[in-house]
RNA sequence: GGGCGUAUAGCUCAAUGGUAGAGCAGUGGCCUUUUAAGCCAUUUGUUUUGGGUUCGAGUCCCAAUACGCUCACCA
C-alpha cells in the first residue's frame, strides 16, 4: 500500500487509537434514528411544545460521516451527514470530559463516527446534538477531496471541490460525497425506472427478462462485443437488443412484455453513447404504431411527474414540457420541408445521391438509399426537433423489422422520438409476417455485403417463432440513460452513469511505471 | 480513428525561457456557541511520462499516455 503523507498521518492515529484500546473499526454501531428522522422528532417536540419552551426529551443516538470540524478549546462542533440529512454535533468537555481530548486528537473530517446525546438548539438557532457519548466507526484514511463546505439557503456550496473529471468517473464513490448533486442524479434515476415499471404493470405488462448472451445477435444494427463458453466451445456475443426474443414471447401468448436491462455496443463513445447502456423495450399485441405513440407521451409524462413531480424541465437552458402532446412530423413531408427534396422521387441511391449533391448535400459514395435518407435526417431534422417530437413513417430499407404501410411498401410504420435534438426511442408497428421477414433479412445481408464486412446472420429460430403465427403488435425501445439525462438537465451520459466507460489505466488508477530506475 | 485543447502540492488554481507559489486541507500552539470559525507558527512537489533545443525549460519543439470538446462511426 502506497500512503500519502496525509495518509500515513491518518494510518497513525488509527495504530494511536488501538493502542488505547479503542478500534477504529468496530464490529457494529447501535443508532437509534437516521439523522433526517432525529430532525423531525426535534421539529415535531418543538411544534408540539407551549410558546417559546424549547424541548429537551428528544435522546437520540446518531451515526454519519464527519463534512465539517470547529474545534476551539474545550468545545467543539462537527457536522455529521447521512444518506437522509446532516447535523450538528456540540461538543462540551462538560459532558465529554476526556472524550473531548481524543476527539480533538484523533477524530478528522471524513470519519465516520457515532454519537449520543440530546437534540438541543445552540446560541444560532441551529438544531444539533449535545453530544454525551462519541465512538469512532469508521476511519478514513484518505482524506476526502473537497476540504470546506458552506450551506446558504439550504444549498451547499463547496469552496474547494473535486472537479477534475477523470478523478469524478474513476473514483466516483469519491465524486458522490463530495458533490451533492451527483446522488440527486441518481436517485431521480432510480425513480425514473420505478416510475417506468409503475406505469408498464399498471397497464398488464409483464416484466420478463430474456439472455444477454446470444448465440447470434440481432434487433439492430450495432456490432457486437464477442465472449466465448469455454466448455461449449461456442463463441456468444452480448446482446444489441431484446427485440427478437421479447417478440417470441408474443408468439408465445404473453401479449404484453417488456424488459428493461443492458444492452452492449461496439461502436464508437460520445456525449450519448456508451458502450453498455440500458434500455426498455416493450411490446403490446393489437398495438400499432398510433397507439404506441400515444402510449408512449403517457408514459414520458406519468414518468416526469413521478421523478420530478412537474412535467416541465430545463435542459441545456431550454425549457422542455413532457405534458403536451408531441409533435408529429412525418419523414417525407419533414425532409422535403428543410431540404426541397421528395425522396418518394428517387426510387435509387444513385438518383437521390444526385439530387442531394445538386443542393449542395454531399454524402458518401456508395451509400444505399435508406442511409442517404438517415443522412438527411440526422443533419437536417434531428437537431431541429427540440420540443418531443415524433418523426415518423420510415423507409423500409432501414427498417427491416417493421411493417410496410398498405399503401405503400416502400415505407414502414415507425417511429422515432426525439427531444433536444437527441434521439430518445424508436418504435414500430411490428413485422408479423414471416415471409415478408425472411425477405428483408435477406435484403439486409445483402446490404451489409455491400458495404460493410460485417454479416449479420439470419436468426433462423426467430423466423420459425414467425411461423407459428405472431399477432399484429406494437413495439418500443427507449434509452433510459437519454431518458435520466433530459430529465436531470445532464448534458452527457456520463453523468448519468454510476460507471461509465472510461479506457483501462490499470488497477491502481495510476499509470503503472514500475520503481525500476532503468 | 481524425482535429483542437488540457495535464503544476491531497483539492482548486498561479508562476515574461532565469531560485516553483497562493488559498483550503495537514501538522504544532491559543481559544466554552462555531458554522468557509478565528489568531500565531509550520510541512508538503520526479511540474503526467520519455526525448530534444538552450548557458538555463513548468514555460519552446517532438513523441507517448490519460482526460475534455468536436468530427467520423453508430438502420
Partial sequence: MNLTDLEQIRVDKINALLDKGIPAYPMRSEITLRIGEAIRRYEAAEAGAADGAAPDTVEATIAGRMRSLRVMGKLAFTHIEDDTGRIQLFLRVNELGD??????????????IEATGTIVRTKTGEISLLTTNLRMLAKSITPLPAAKEEVVDGVTI??????????RYRQRYADLIVNPDVKRIFKTRSKIVSALREFLDSHDFLEVETPILQP???????????T???QLHQDLYLRISFELYLKRLLVGGLDRVYEIGRDFRNEGVSYKHNPEFTQLEFYCAYFDYLKVMNFTEEMIRFTAEKALGTTKVTYNGVEIDFGKPWKRVEMRAGILEKTGIDFAKYESAETLAAAMAEKGIKS???????????????????????????????????????????????????????????????????????????????????????????????????LRAMRYGMPPNGGFGMGIDRLTMLLTDSSTIREVLLFPHLRDRGQTGESAEGAEPA
Avoid at 472524550?99 to 465516520?112: N, R, T
Avoid at 447470434?216 to 464477442?226: D, L, N, Q, V, W
Avoid at 409476417?433 to 454479416?455: H, K, T
Wanted: charged share 30%.
Fill in 99 to 112: 472524550q473531548l481530548a481524543l476527539f480533538k486528537e484523533y477524530f478528522d473530517i471524513g470519519d465516520f
Fill in 364 to 462: 458518401k459514395p456508395g451509400l444505399q438509399r435508406g442511409k442517404l435518407i438517415d443522412q438527411l435526417v440526422s443533419e437536417y431534422l434531428e437537431p431541429t426537433f427540440i420540443e418531443p417530437t415524433f418523426l415518423y413513417d420510415y423507409p423500409w430499407e432501414i427498417s427491416p423489422l417493421a411493417k410496410r404501410k398498405p399503401d405503400d411498401p416502400t415505407i414502414t410504420e415507425r417511429f422515432e422520438g426525439y427531444v433536444a435534438g437527441m434521439e430518445l426511442c424508436n418504435a414500430f408497428t411490428e413485422l408479423n409476417d414471416p415471409i415478408d421477414q425472411e425477405v428483408r433479412f435477406l435484403e439486409m445481408g445483402r446490404a451489409y455485403d455491400a458495404e460493410d464486412d460485417e454479416n449479420n446472420p439470419i436468426d433462423e429460430d426467430y
Fill in 228 to 230: 466465448h463458453h469455454n
Fill in 158 to 167: 463547496r469552496h474547494t471541490g473535486l472537479s477534475d473529471p477523470e478523478i
Fill in 216 to 226: 447470434i445477435y440481432g434487433g439492430a444494427a450495432a456490432r457486437p462485443f464477442t
